[in-house]
């Protein structure tokens, strides 16, 4: 329960900074902390058991069959970034409370923020896979949301349809990758498939599903060259990029590969594909980070640089490289966060993050610039700071290896330069802007420090860097590993986090990206004007240009494919049925099976011969529309007929019931359309749809009746062997729609509520004229309501009203329920609408048709969510017998609150619908006319 409740406090907690932004800025900060402060204290509360290497998990079941199930999972790798999440997350918070300007919607902000953050737990804490990518994809629509906040710029707003494009994508790869993943696993818990990491290795479709997974990490974490859309994501406010751009959302990339680290490793695929990606992104972002003259933009490629270094350790596949990996997560968050933070306070107080004009803050900004340096300085990896103790492992991992052969010295040297760049844009951030002159032409003249409590988050993650620098074994340690025992299955290498190795080729390698990087800025004049030579690539216009034409291309293809012949389309569905079917069944040698034909009596025969009367009918008089409608209402009836022959007359009421409210709602639309249908097609597309038609007609007889002469399994017989065992319930129709396919059905009244609404939206405010004649000149008659069917209406309706209650009771062992009585209700209620009028009758229905149909959801949704409570998948039913006296006993289950909410929201749905075509059909004058 504590795991649920870690990740549901930041969604719950959502309410509260929208409740308490008109109550003060403070209040509202307050109310965004709550959530996620006792979302930390409960996280805190399981460190003892995390820290022993025990690993929890907890399991609600949903949909057990398809593999998702509502599986919770806490370890040691969880733990730590659950950690980081909560933790940066607090302290983004208070940062953000003073960062924002007073009239910026603060409570909007914080809810995104929260919004992003539970996603984010979601993610790391699942132990169902797809309950992962489900948390996967909110976590890109969050951070969609979060970059666009301020959605007055326009880069603003590309660059967050840029980071979701690009995100989305991935997560499209990543699901591909998960399901394959699955599949060969058997299972998609995660526990089965790490211990199925041998057998996932070893299968054919490994290869496809590693290249998909690592779609999705790469793209998540802005790996080359995919790395774009991060720098663009700038224009978002800095709280949003000390949070998601440091700490969280680009972690969800490499928390992935470290998740399936047991699973997929240990293969030349996983080396070439990850180290390979991990080195040109350290050296890329490394190299382009110097040359940024945005501060942000510094920041920012300088994190593409340093989640390609943790992405090169783990493709190097060694498991003191995991724990490199994993060491310089936690450094990397502490010491760019504040980064971040410290950038965000410039551009507060100086209104700029241009470096060439932000120059000499030391004087002004001394305690932030402290701070910053401290920070920078983590990045560049100096001594006694916590970037140089993971930079060191990184080094010396990046040594043993040998997997590149006599190229091997390749992997180090490209490990050496990145750290020369890193040096040297280190020192640019810190000489830049704290030195190097006096500040010009700044927006905000003279610039000052910022409230004190604003650089509280900045003093708490520089001070984590300097501890764990210097006294790592008493910081850092036990977290550490406890997630190196959770990535490696237990396996902890010997490892140590002493800063002082003695002198080696990694110290060696250190002082050499020190002094290098050192020189690279002393020399950085020539190499800017190297830079500004090569030709200017804008990755927001590039990508617009792209999305441009990719949005040109799909109109061509559509107008080249979708004339708006609806004709057209049938034709084209019906010939490649056809043709596929024809293909099939050329490949039997005899049509007629084994199994012998039911014998057929002479009054089937003869509804048969109706059935086709009537569809060869309507299609002889389709042109004049009502005698069309009425023929193919008799169709209708004879399709029913059928059902009820054949032993289902569930189907058969339905089918009625189902044939009344269509015709209605079929004269309704011919009200206001002329009365034939003019000749449109030409004889040689009529020998065309004849064509189609027989042919269609013949193939699908044919394929009826190699099926029914051959033996076949049914799913049948599964359900009427469990329908009164499983579901409690004779009538196994409705058994199977409240019980057995309840999701479906949830589904179904779900889209049928929503069609409703969208129906009513497009007729709301629209009235078209009464026409007062026919189509041959006749006046139609001025008695809209007939006397005679006034009172045959007054009187049906109550025995309607009986019926369908009888029909709904007895529904879940009899032929009924709530589909079936929902129908019968709005049958009768709809007749009234006729009898009397819109008018009339709304003044006599005491509730809103979109509120009826709004409930019967929600009372089917919550059904559902009842068995949860009991422990059971989602929509299981219970039910049990009871005696009453003078009742005797009797059958109370579940499912008939299903049932009940399938009736309201049928009920609620058909009347929108019906209510408001009829709203339509008034003529100049405002009289009713339905």
Known sequence: MALALIIALPFLGIILPLLADRMGRSLCALGAALGPAAALVLLWLEQPAVFAGEVQTVRYPWLTNLGLDLSLRLDGLGFMFALMILGIGLLVILYARYYLAKQEPMGRFFAYLLLFMGSMLGVVLSENLLLMLMFWELTSLSSFLLIGFWSGSSDARRGARMALTVTGGGGLALLAGILLLGNIAGSFELSQVLEAGDVIRAHSLYPLTLILILLGVFTKSAQFPFHFWLPQAMSAPTPVSAYLHSATMVKAGVFLLARLYPALSGTDWWFYLV?????????????????????????????????????????????????????????????????????????????????????????????????????????????????????????????????????????????????VFSVAYSLRFIHDVFFNGEPKDLPKYPPHEPPRYMKIPVEVLVFICLLVGVVPAYTVAPLLASAVSATLDGHVPEYSLAIWHGFNLPLMMSFIALLGGIVVYLCREPLFRWYNGLPSVNSLEVFERCVTGLAKGARKLTRLLESGSLQRYIALLLFSALLLLTIALSSLKRLRGEVPLSPLDGITAFGMAVLCVMAVLTVVFHRNRLKALMILSCAGLMVALGFARYSAPDLALTQLSIEVVTIILLVLALFFMPDRTPMESSSLRGLRDFMLAGGAGIVVALLTYAIMTRPYDSISSFFLENSVSGGGGTNVVNVILVDFRGFDTLGEICVLAIAAVGIYGLLSGLHLPHPRTDANGKEWSRDAHPMILDNIARVLLPMALLVSAFIFLRGHNLPGGGFIAGLITAVALILQYVAHGVEWTQRRLPFSFHSLAGLGVMIAALTGLGSFVFGAPFLTSAFNHFHLPLIGEFELATALLFDLGVYLAVVGATLLILSNIGHVSQDESSKEVF
């Open 275 to 419: 180290s390979m990606t991990g080195m040109a992104t350290l050296l890329f972002g490394a190299g382009m980070a110097l040359f940024q003259h945005d501060l942000k933009g510094l920041l920012a490629y300088s994190t593409i640089s340093h989640l390609g270094l943790i992405t090169l350790l783990f493709g190097l596949d060694t498991t003191m490289g995991t724990v490199a990996a994993l060491f310089h997560i936690i450094n990397h968050a502490t010491f760019k966060a504040s980064l971040f933070m410290a950038a965000g306070i410039i551009d507060h107080e100086t209104g700029s993050r241009d470096m060439r004009k932000i120059a000499g803050l030391w004087k002004y900004m001394p305690h932030t610039a402290v701070l910053a340096m401290v920070a920078a300085s983590a990045m560049a990896g100096v001594p006694l700071l916590n970037g140089f103790l993971s930079k060191e492992m990184f080094f010396s991992e990046t040594l043993n290896q040998d997997l590149l052969g006599i190229f091997n010295w390749m992997i180090p040297a490209a490990a050496t330069l990145a750290g």
